[in-house]
C-alpha cells in the first residue's frame, strides 16, 4: 500500500492528481480522471459519489485499504478521502503497485489499454517535432 500512495504523492507533485470532492468531480465531468481513488474510511457518500463520477464512461474508481489520514498524510494534508490521477501512465503504475491482480483485473486492462495509447501518441507527437526540425534545415 505504501507503494501505491508514493504513486499518488508523485502524481501530486508532477501535478497529474486532482484532490478533494469538487476537482476530482471536474476532473471526472472532463474525462481526465483515469483513476479515482477513495480512501477506506470514506463515508459512503463519497464512495457513491466517486462511482457515479466514473459512471458510464472508462474511467476507473477503487477503494484503496489506505485511511483518509494516510492518503492525506502523502499529499501534505491531514486528511483526504477521494483523489483522481489524471494521468493513464501513472495510475497503471498505481494500480500495479497495490499488487493485486485478480482484484483490479478489469482495471488493470483498462489502464493498460489506456497507457498504451498515450505513448504511441507520445511517440507520434515526438516524430512529428523531428520532421518539423528536419523540414527547416532543408
Not at 504523492?9 to 508532477?14: E, H
Not at 485511511?67 to 499529499?75: A, D, P
Not at 501512465?89 to 498515450?118: D, F, H, P, S
Request: glycine residues 8%.
Amino acid at each position: 500500500m505504501n507503494k501505491a500512495l508514493n504513486y499518488l504523492a508523485l502524481a501530486r507533485k508532477g501535478g497529474l492528481a486532482e484532490l478533494g470532492e469538487e476537482p476530482v468531480g471536474a476532473a471526472a465531468r472532463a474525462g481526465k480522471a483515469h483513476l479515482i481513488l477513495v480512501a477506506a474510511d470514506a463515508s459512503d457518500h463519497t464512495w457513491r459519489r466517486a462511482k457515479s463520477y466514473a459512471a458510464g464512461t472508462d474511467q476507473q474508481c477503487i477503494r484503496l485499504e489506505a485511511t483518509k489520514e494516510e492518503m492525506g498524510f502523502v499529499v501534505g494534508r491531514s486528511s483526504l478521502a477521494i483523489a483522481a490521477v489524471t494521468d493513464p501512465r501513472m495510475a497503471l503504475a498505481l494500480v500495479q503497485a497495490l499488487g493485486r491482480e485478480e482484484k483490479y483485473r478489469q482495471e488493470l486492462e483498462v489502464l493498460t489499454a489506456k497507457a498504451a495509447k498515450a505513448k504511441q501518441r507520445q511517440a507520434e507527437a515526438k516524430a512529428h517535432q523531428r520532421n518539423l526540425r528536419a523540414g527547416k534545415k532543408k
